[in-house]
């Protein structure tokens, strides 16, 4: 999956990006409760993606 397809998924649910790391983008959810570490890399792993969108229920 690409990069550019979790992070759309991740704004339509209200997430944000908070800040840029060395190897991942921290990104919050919109109630600030939330923080997850997305890769930096053009290609996700296909199952990290889902297992991703099912722990936030994205």
Avoid: C, T, Y
Avoid at 19 to 25: L, T, V
Avoid at 27 to 39: A, F, I, T, V, Y
């Amino acid at each position: 999956m690409q990069r550019r397809a979790v992070e759309q998924r991740f704004k339509k649910a209200g997430w944000s990006l908070k800040r840029h790391g060395a190897n991942h983008d921290i990104w919050q959810s919109k109630d600030g409760q939330h923080m997850e570490r997305l890769p930096r890399h053009p290609k996700f792993n296909d199952k990290l993606a889902q297992a991703l969108f099912k722990k936030h229920g994205i």
